[in-house]
């Protein structure tokens, strides 16, 4: 009897979900019965398969994951529409990070009232300082000095693996600006702070199971979750001192006194100590807002550059025509700044291409409905996945004519009309590396200044090339979640010492 009714069941489970959730989500692939598309992204990288699946279905499309409905954005019209202009796709719901790491506090997996005030503090914070009490720019150029220090204190003969020293040079950046201080490299505390932010950016497949159904909550610990708690443990430990001296300060500081997040952040919170909304400021939260700080502004920000080496060293004669442009609108008396930038169209154009190329978040962070809701004529209910494959809009061949290649300037460059010859940088908003709209990433200034300032220091300094025996850039990557680049050595030549 049980042998027939336990299938029977699900099989009219599966018809209910079938015919209840999917009648109104955009047309796609239908997938295997019972597991739906899973094979493929199994086998396949999931930015790549949707793209695929883009030639066939266009700009948005639905994919089943066994029970588990997710729509997919291929083009920047219906990201925009989905994530700037529909206030109802805006939740996380219940990933793996709300429900066994931040409890639903913090920004990036928070929803509602929470996240709208705290990413408009936040968001407030990092411009405020950016322009005034917190010197981002002497910071960043600082940090840039000492990696070119390390880089010469090896010598220029052998290869030298970069994304260990550049992890630790990015981590001071985002420490100083958040808790106000930096760490000496290769010291225990540099190392617990970079080791446990690489677990928490490189979450293992299995985390992400978690996020399709509670069914698997019981498993949570062995398909990954206990290591990234382990992780976020880690940075709390290293953490909480540095918060208690901060309270310690507090009260013998005035507003000229509060020259890190922190300190901004925990004046914040006393002002709110009396009022109706105190309980999303408390001291869960603040821990959180730091942790999410430091992870999503770590790994990002240095696989980025990473990239940006590997490709520069797969093409001398872009990177000679930027160190040219550096040596004439720069020069060797002051450092470089990013209010050069508008007189540096090559360099930016080479940035433009370094976030295309590499697509490092090639489908975002997934978004949630928090009702039911429309989406172009479709509806969308409550709790359905979305998706932005912003990976789509970089191989856009109508767009970037050898969307595959490193052409920073073929891509992003034009010659200026009324015969003034002057180079404008084009496509800039072709490409949404930091997503868009209410979730879009409260850092993207910052990486942006982070990857100009690098660039503009190292690149006077050193010739980047590849290892002996590499004769072409990474111009793939591995990885869905992150999209990381494989070559991780190079020569670091000297060319000056300035
Ligand atoms: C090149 C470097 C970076 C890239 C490519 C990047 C990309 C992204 C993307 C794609 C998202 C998801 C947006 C969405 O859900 O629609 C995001 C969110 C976020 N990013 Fe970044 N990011 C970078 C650097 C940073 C930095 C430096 C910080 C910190 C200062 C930061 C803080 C955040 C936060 C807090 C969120 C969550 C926002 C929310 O949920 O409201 N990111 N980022």
């Not at 206030?87 to 219940?94: D, M, S, T, V």
């Not at 220090?149 to 001071?172: E, F, K, T, V, Y």
Request: charged fraction near 25%.
């Amino acid at each position: 009897m049980l042998e027939f009714l336990i299938p029977l069941t699900l099989a009219c489970l599966a018809a209910y979900w079938y015919f209840t959730w999917n009648r109104c989500l955009p047309p796609g692939p239908t997938g295997l019965p019972l597991v739906g598309v899973a094979p493929w992204l199994a086998v396949k990288r999931r930015d790549h398969y949707f793209t695929e699946l883009a030639k066939q279905y266009g700009d948005i499309f639905t994919v089943r994951v066994g029970f588990f409905y997710i729509v997919v954005l291929n083009s920047a019209e219906a990201i925009k529409e989905a994530f700037a202009r529909n206030e109802h796709i805006a939740g996380r719901g219940l990933c793996a990070f709300t429900k066994f790491l931040s409890d639903g506090k913090g920004i990036a997996s928070a929803e509602g009232v929470r996240h709208r005030e705290q990413r408009r503090y936040c968001l407030r914070v990092l411009r405020d300082f950016g322009f005034g009490r917190i010197n981002f720019e002497g910071t960043i150029i600082e940090e840039a000095g000492r990696l070119a220090d390390s880089i010469r204190a090896d010598g220029s003969a052998r290869p030298i693996r970069i994304d260990g020293r550049l992890s630790q040079a990015i981590a001071n950046v985002i420490g100083r600006i958040v808790y106000g201080r930096r760490f000496e490299y290769n010291s225990a505390e540099l190392r617990r702070m970079v080791s446990a932010l690489h677990e928490l950016n490189s979450a293992p497949g299995g985390v992400l199971l978690l996020n399709t159904t509670s069914l698997l909550d019981p498993l949570a610990d062995w398909l990954g979750v206990g290591k990234l708690k382990a992780a976020r443990d880690g940075i709390r430990d290293l953490l909480e001192p540095i918060v208690a001296e901060h309270q310690a300060d507090l009260d013998e500081l005035d507003e000229d006194g509060l020259t890190d997040f922190l300190y901004a952040y925990l004046a914040e919170q006393k002002r709110h100590r009396s009022l109706p909304d105190a309980d999303i400021w408390d001291d869960r939260q603040m821990m959180e807002v730091l942790i999410d700080l430091m992870v999503a502004g770590s790994d990002t920000t240095r696989s980025t550059l990473v990239w940006a080496i590997n490709l520069l060293s797969g093409s001398q004669p872009v990177q000679e025509a930027v160190r040219q442009e550096l040596a004439s609108v720069v020069g060797d008396a002051r450092p470089p700044s990013t209010s050069d930038l508008p007189r540096l169209p090559r360099l930016d154009a080479v940035i433009q291409e370094v976030l295309r190329i590499s697509a490092l978040v090639p489908t975002a962070v997934p978004h949630c409905c928090t009702s039911d809701t429309e989406l172009r004529g479709c509806q969308l209910p409550l709790g359905t996945m979305v998706m932005a494959n912003t990976h789509c809009l970089t191989r856009d061949a109508d767009v970037f004519a050898n969307p595959d290649q490193f052409d920073p300037f073929g891509h992003f460059l034009t010659v200026g009309d009324e015969g003034s010859g002057q180079l404008q940088v084009v496509n800039k908003d072709k490409i949404l590396p930091f997503s868009y709209g209410r979730r879009s990433c409260i850092g993207e200034s910052l990486a942006r200044m982070e990857i100009c300032l690098f660039l503009s220091y190292l690149l006077p300094r050193f010739r980047f090339e590849l290892p002996p025996g590499v004769t072409d850039a990474d111009t793939v990557g591995s990885g869905a979640l992150f999209n990381t680049c494989r070559q991780k050595e190079f020569v670091f030549r000297p060319i000056k010492a300035l």
